[in-house]
């Protein structure tokens, strides 16, 4: 494991959609809750809370919430390009990149995560946690947009399980 990289993980997947709906996908309140958050708030630079079908954009702050947690993520949009790429605080200091491209009528969805700690509680819970995470959400992102059918865990009477 001396080699292993405990600061970053990349996770690609093609979606078989174009890649303005997977923009939106990452970057509109009603689009994100249909695949990864149970409620999002983006609020703007001036304090005001963005229409849920508005594109966010650099400078907005974000409360995620996921299905069966309680508590909400905080961080910041760094960067948004209303086209192919989006930039994120994620756990803290750590950065995620979302790079999207076409190929052959795919959307290849790559996301990095980056910044990350190298403390022991950082390697487990945010590069092995967060990497496992990421590979589920981006398997619901595809199997919503190229289906229609929601993986995740949204019943509160089971515990969290690798699909929330």
């Not at 994100?32 to 999002?40: D, G, I, N, S, T």
Request: glycine share 6%.
């Amino acid at each position: 494991m001396k080699n292993f990289d405990w600061t970053s993980f990349t996770k690609t997947i093609a979606i078989k959609a174009p890649l303005s709906t997977i923009y939106n996908a990452w970057t509109q309140v009603e689009e994100l809750e249909k695949w990864f958050l149970e409620r999002v708030i983006f609020t703007d630079e001036q304090g005001k809370t963005l229409d849920k079908t508005l594109n966010v954009t650099a400078g907005c702050t974000y409360d995620w919430l996921w299905y069966l947690y309680e508590d909400a993520m905080q961080g910041l949009i760094k960067k948004a390009n209303s086209k192919d790429f989006i930039q994120f605080s994620f756990e803290g200091d750590c950065l995620v990149d979302v790079n999207l491209s076409e190929k052959n009528g795919y959307t290849i969805v790559v996301l990095r995560q980056h910044h990350i700690p190298e403390d022991d509680q950082s390697k487990q819970f945010i590069r092995l946690g967060c990497a496992s995470g990421w590979a589920f959400y981006l398997l619901n992102l595809k199997s919503v947009y190229e289906g229609g059918l929601d993986l995740r865990n949204k019943d509160e009477h089971l515990q969290p399980m690798i699909n929330n």
